[in-house]
Protein backbone atom coordinates (compact mmCIF):
# COMPACT_ATOMS: atom_id res chain seq x y z
CA UNK A 1 0.00 0.00 0.00
CA UNK A 2 1.37 3.59 -1.04
CA UNK A 3 -0.20 6.30 0.91
CA UNK A 4 -0.13 10.02 -1.63
CA UNK A 5 -0.05 12.63 1.02
CA UNK A 6 -1.54 16.15 -0.58
CA UNK A 7 1.38 19.10 0.70
CA UNK A 8 0.51 21.51 -1.16
CA UNK A 9 0.02 25.14 0.07
CA UNK A 10 -3.60 24.79 0.34
CA UNK A 11 -3.26 21.94 2.94
CA UNK A 12 -1.51 25.07 5.31
CA UNK A 13 -2.90 24.77 9.04
CA UNK A 14 -5.93 23.05 10.16
CA UNK A 15 -5.71 21.18 7.37
CA UNK A 16 -2.34 19.28 7.15
CA UNK A 17 -2.76 19.09 10.97
CA UNK A 18 -6.19 17.52 10.57
CA UNK A 19 -4.60 15.02 7.32
CA UNK A 20 -1.16 14.54 9.93
CA UNK A 21 -3.69 13.36 12.80
CA UNK A 22 -5.45 10.97 10.12
CA UNK A 23 -2.51 9.67 8.90
CA UNK A 24 -1.03 8.63 12.06
CA UNK A 25 -4.37 6.69 12.82
CA UNK A 26 -4.15 5.42 9.68
CA UNK A 27 -0.58 3.60 9.88
CA UNK A 28 -2.16 2.32 13.28
CA UNK A 29 -4.87 0.34 12.03
CA UNK A 30 -3.00 -1.08 9.40
CA UNK A 31 -1.89 -4.58 9.96
CA UNK A 32 1.76 -3.84 9.27
CA UNK A 33 3.54 -6.94 8.92
CA UNK A 34 1.29 -8.59 7.01
CA UNK A 35 0.84 -5.56 4.97
CA UNK A 36 3.36 -2.87 4.21
CA UNK A 37 2.93 0.84 3.70
CA UNK A 38 4.85 3.54 1.88
CA UNK A 39 4.64 7.34 1.53
CA UNK A 40 4.10 9.69 -0.96
CA UNK A 41 4.16 13.23 -0.19
CA UNK A 42 3.18 15.87 -4.02
CA UNK A 43 2.89 19.16 -4.42
CA UNK A 44 4.81 21.02 -7.28
CA UNK A 45 6.32 17.75 -7.84
CA UNK A 46 5.63 14.27 -5.52
CA UNK A 47 8.62 12.87 -3.67
CA UNK A 48 8.95 8.98 -2.37
CA UNK A 49 9.35 9.96 1.72
CA UNK A 50 9.27 6.24 2.72
CA UNK A 51 9.39 3.06 1.10
CA UNK A 52 7.42 -0.04 1.50
CA UNK A 53 7.59 -0.72 5.53
CA UNK A 54 6.31 -2.58 8.25
CA UNK A 55 7.87 -0.45 10.50
CA UNK A 56 5.33 2.20 12.48
CA UNK A 57 7.68 4.31 13.56
CA UNK A 58 9.51 5.50 10.74
CA UNK A 59 6.22 6.31 8.63
CA UNK A 60 5.29 8.22 11.83
CA UNK A 61 8.16 9.76 11.37
CA UNK A 62 8.12 11.04 8.17
CA UNK A 63 4.52 12.09 8.44
CA UNK A 64 5.45 14.58 11.48
CA UNK A 65 8.10 16.54 8.94
CA UNK A 66 5.45 16.70 6.46
CA UNK A 67 5.48 20.61 5.58
CA UNK A 68 2.30 22.60 2.93
CA UNK A 69 3.91 24.45 -0.02
CA UNK A 70 3.32 24.69 -3.67
CA UNK A 71 0.85 23.82 -5.96
CA UNK A 72 -0.85 20.20 -6.91
CA UNK A 73 0.71 17.65 -9.39
CA UNK A 74 -1.79 14.99 -9.23
CA UNK A 75 -0.26 12.96 -11.68
CA UNK A 76 2.96 12.81 -10.46
CA UNK A 77 1.84 11.50 -6.88
CA UNK A 78 0.53 8.54 -9.28
CA UNK A 79 3.39 7.94 -11.19
CA UNK A 80 5.63 8.01 -8.19
CA UNK A 81 3.38 5.64 -5.93
CA UNK A 82 3.35 3.25 -9.11
CA UNK A 83 7.27 3.50 -9.15
CA UNK A 84 7.41 2.54 -5.23
CA UNK A 85 5.14 -0.13 -5.83
CA UNK A 86 6.96 -1.64 -8.76
CA UNK A 87 10.30 -1.43 -6.96
CA UNK A 88 9.30 -2.71 -3.38
CA UNK A 89 5.87 -4.13 -4.10
CA UNK A 90 7.18 -7.87 -4.80
CA UNK A 91 3.86 -10.03 -5.50
CA UNK A 92 1.50 -8.35 -2.53
CA UNK A 93 -1.57 -6.52 -3.56
CA UNK A 94 -0.54 -2.83 -4.71
CA UNK A 95 -2.80 -0.28 -3.41
CA UNK A 96 -2.85 3.37 -4.14
CA UNK A 97 -4.63 5.38 -1.22
CA UNK A 98 -4.73 8.92 -3.29
CA UNK A 99 -5.23 11.64 -0.85
CA UNK A 100 -5.92 15.47 -2.43
CA UNK A 101 -8.04 18.84 -0.64
CA UNK A 102 -7.64 20.33 -4.48
CA UNK A 103 -7.76 20.11 -8.36
CA UNK A 104 -4.68 19.63 -10.17
CA UNK A 105 -3.04 21.94 -11.60
CA UNK A 106 -2.71 20.87 -15.01
CA UNK A 107 -6.92 19.73 -15.17
CA UNK A 108 -8.72 16.72 -15.35
CA UNK A 109 -7.57 14.60 -18.01
CA UNK A 110 -3.84 14.40 -17.05
CA UNK A 111 -4.96 12.55 -13.63
CA UNK A 112 -7.27 10.17 -15.49
CA UNK A 113 -4.88 9.18 -17.81
CA UNK A 114 -2.31 8.79 -14.95
CA UNK A 115 -4.82 6.56 -12.84
CA UNK A 116 -5.88 4.45 -16.16
CA UNK A 117 -1.92 3.48 -16.60
CA UNK A 118 -2.00 2.66 -13.13
CA UNK A 119 -4.86 0.84 -13.17
CA UNK A 120 -3.89 -1.22 -16.22
CA UNK A 121 -0.47 -2.28 -14.35
CA UNK A 122 -3.19 -4.00 -11.64
CA UNK A 123 -3.00 -1.29 -9.06
CA UNK A 124 -6.45 -0.40 -7.16
CA UNK A 125 -6.46 3.02 -6.48
CA UNK A 126 -8.61 4.22 -3.50
CA UNK A 127 -9.51 8.41 -2.94
CA UNK A 128 -9.97 10.85 -0.03
CA UNK A 129 -11.08 13.63 -1.09
CA UNK A 130 -11.15 16.29 1.74
CA UNK A 131 -13.22 19.51 1.18
CA UNK A 132 -15.47 21.77 -0.98
CA UNK A 133 -12.28 22.41 -3.30
CA UNK A 134 -11.43 18.98 -3.90
CA UNK A 135 -11.87 17.76 -7.96
CA UNK A 136 -14.64 14.56 -6.42
CA UNK A 137 -15.50 14.05 -9.90
CA UNK A 138 -12.54 13.24 -10.94
CA UNK A 139 -11.40 11.40 -7.39
CA UNK A 140 -14.70 9.22 -7.75
CA UNK A 141 -14.15 8.39 -11.70
CA UNK A 142 -10.36 7.68 -11.12
CA UNK A 143 -11.58 5.22 -7.96
CA UNK A 144 -11.22 1.51 -8.76
CA UNK A 145 -15.03 0.79 -7.92
CA UNK A 146 -17.40 3.55 -6.30
CA UNK A 147 -16.91 1.84 -2.71
CA UNK A 148 -13.11 3.45 -3.43
CA UNK A 149 -14.04 6.86 -3.50
CA UNK A 150 -14.07 8.35 0.07
CA UNK A 151 -14.86 11.97 0.75
CA UNK A 152 -14.87 14.51 3.64
CA UNK A 153 -16.72 18.09 3.90
CA UNK A 154 -14.01 19.26 5.96
CA UNK A 155 -10.37 17.83 6.96
CA UNK A 156 -11.83 17.36 10.54
CA UNK A 157 -13.23 14.84 8.89
CA UNK A 158 -10.31 12.95 7.85
CA UNK A 159 -9.94 10.75 10.80
CA UNK A 160 -13.02 9.00 10.96
CA UNK A 161 -12.62 8.57 6.82
CA UNK A 162 -9.41 7.05 7.34
CA UNK A 163 -11.05 4.53 10.20
CA UNK A 164 -13.51 3.23 6.88
CA UNK A 165 -10.09 3.29 4.32
CA UNK A 166 -8.06 1.21 6.90
CA UNK A 167 -11.29 -1.39 8.02
CA UNK A 168 -11.69 -1.94 3.97
CA UNK A 169 -7.93 -2.67 3.48
CA UNK A 170 -7.59 -4.55 6.59
CA UNK A 171 -10.65 -6.68 5.56
CA UNK A 172 -9.53 -7.66 1.59
CA UNK A 173 -10.05 -11.22 1.05
CA UNK A 174 -9.97 -11.29 -2.60
CA UNK A 175 -7.00 -10.25 -4.52
CA UNK A 176 -8.76 -10.23 -8.46
CA UNK A 177 -11.74 -10.64 -9.87
CA UNK A 178 -13.33 -10.68 -12.75
CA UNK A 179 -17.38 -10.52 -12.94
CA UNK A 180 -19.25 -11.21 -16.00
CA UNK A 181 -22.71 -11.11 -17.13
CA UNK A 182 -24.89 -11.46 -20.33
CA UNK A 183 -28.02 -9.52 -20.74
CA UNK A 184 -30.93 -11.43 -21.82
CA UNK A 185 -33.25 -10.88 -25.07
CA UNK A 186 -35.19 -7.79 -25.05
CA UNK A 187 -33.22 -6.17 -22.97
CA UNK A 188 -30.23 -3.31 -24.53
CA UNK A 189 -27.58 -1.76 -21.95
CA UNK A 190 -27.48 2.20 -22.14
CA UNK A 191 -23.49 2.83 -23.30
CA UNK A 192 -20.85 4.01 -21.21
CA UNK A 193 -23.09 3.80 -18.16
CA UNK A 194 -20.96 1.29 -16.41
CA UNK A 195 -19.20 2.44 -12.91
CA UNK A 196 -16.09 1.75 -12.86
CA UNK A 197 -16.22 1.14 -16.62
CA UNK A 198 -17.01 -2.23 -18.25
CA UNK A 199 -15.99 -4.16 -21.32
CA UNK A 200 -19.13 -4.51 -23.35
CA UNK A 201 -19.47 -6.82 -26.33
CA UNK A 202 -21.64 -8.94 -27.82
CA UNK A 203 -24.32 -8.76 -25.30
CA UNK A 204 -21.36 -9.32 -22.59
CA UNK A 205 -20.32 -6.95 -19.77
CA UNK A 206 -17.21 -7.87 -18.12
CA UNK A 207 -15.22 -5.94 -15.10
CA UNK A 208 -11.80 -7.04 -14.06
CA UNK A 209 -11.01 -5.51 -10.37
CA UNK A 210 -7.77 -6.18 -8.62
CA UNK A 211 -9.55 -6.66 -4.84
CA UNK A 212 -12.99 -7.03 -3.47
CA UNK A 213 -12.83 -6.78 0.79
CA UNK A 214 -15.50 -8.40 3.07
CA UNK A 215 -17.87 -6.28 2.59
CA UNK A 216 -18.26 -6.81 -1.21
CA UNK A 217 -18.22 -4.83 -4.45
CA UNK A 218 -20.66 -2.16 -5.84
CA UNK A 219 -21.08 -2.00 -9.69
CA UNK A 220 -23.38 0.07 -11.29
CA UNK A 221 -24.79 -0.21 -15.18
CA UNK A 222 -28.55 0.93 -16.46
CA UNK A 223 -30.46 -0.90 -19.00
CA UNK A 224 -33.01 -0.01 -21.84
CA UNK A 225 -35.90 -2.66 -22.46
CA UNK A 226 -38.16 -3.18 -25.01
CA UNK A 227 -40.96 -5.10 -23.60
CA UNK A 228 -43.33 -5.09 -21.06
CA UNK A 229 -43.91 -7.62 -18.04
CA UNK A 230 -41.32 -9.64 -15.68
CA UNK A 231 -38.31 -10.51 -17.13
CA UNK A 232 -34.84 -10.98 -16.19
CA UNK A 233 -31.98 -8.51 -15.74
CA UNK A 234 -29.58 -11.05 -17.25
CA UNK A 235 -29.02 -14.36 -18.13
CA UNK A 236 -26.18 -15.35 -16.22
CA UNK A 237 -23.85 -13.44 -14.02
CA UNK A 238 -20.87 -14.81 -12.52
CA UNK A 239 -17.32 -14.65 -10.80
CA UNK A 240 -14.29 -15.34 -11.35
CA UNK A 241 -11.48 -14.77 -8.48
CA UNK A 242 -8.04 -15.40 -6.90
CA UNK A 243 -8.52 -15.19 -3.11
CA UNK A 244 -5.78 -13.88 -0.84
CA UNK A 245 -3.61 -17.46 -0.38
CA UNK A 246 -3.84 -17.26 -3.93
CA UNK A 247 -6.48 -20.08 -4.49
CA UNK A 248 -8.58 -19.91 -7.60
CA UNK A 249 -12.37 -19.82 -7.34
CA UNK A 250 -15.78 -18.96 -9.00
CA UNK A 251 -19.37 -18.03 -8.20
CA UNK A 252 -22.65 -17.79 -9.80
CA UNK A 253 -25.59 -15.17 -9.10
CA UNK A 254 -29.07 -15.31 -8.79
CA UNK A 255 -30.91 -13.91 -11.62
CA UNK A 256 -33.07 -10.56 -10.40
CA UNK A 257 -35.80 -9.75 -12.12
CA UNK A 258 -37.91 -6.26 -12.60
CA UNK A 259 -41.53 -6.02 -13.91
CA UNK A 260 -42.16 -3.21 -16.36
CA UNK A 261 -45.34 -1.60 -16.74
CA UNK A 262 -46.07 1.03 -19.59
CA UNK A 263 -47.36 3.75 -17.37
CA UNK A 264 -45.59 6.15 -14.31
CA UNK A 265 -47.17 5.98 -11.27
CA UNK A 266 -49.61 8.70 -10.70
CA UNK A 267 -50.30 10.77 -7.28
CA UNK A 268 -53.47 10.09 -5.25
CA UNK A 269 -55.41 13.64 -5.79
CA UNK A 270 -54.88 15.81 -2.63
CA UNK A 271 -58.93 16.72 -1.75
CA UNK A 272 -59.15 20.33 -1.64
CA UNK A 273 -61.58 22.74 0.78
CA UNK A 274 -64.33 24.58 -0.61
CA UNK A 275 -65.88 27.64 0.52
CA UNK A 276 -69.54 27.26 1.15
CA UNK A 277 -71.94 29.81 1.45
CA UNK A 278 -74.26 30.37 4.68
Same mark, same amino acid.
Given at each position: IVL?????????????ADAKAAAHEFIDRLELGPSRLG?????????AEVRLTSQALVLHRAIDRIEADGTTDIPDALREAGRMLDRDGGSNLPIIVLMSDGKNTTGPD?????????? $? /??????? &??IGPYADSEVMRAIASTPDDAFEADRSGDLADLYRR? $? /??????? &???VRMEGVVPDGVVYVPDSAEPPADYAHGGLAWELPFASADGVSLRYALRTTRLGRQPT?????????DSSGRAGSAEFPVPEVRVVDTLPTATPTPTATATAT
Open positions: AFDRSLSMLGPPLLVTYADWATAVRQQAAIQQ $A /AGRAILT &VAV $A /ARLSSVV &VRWNRWARALFE
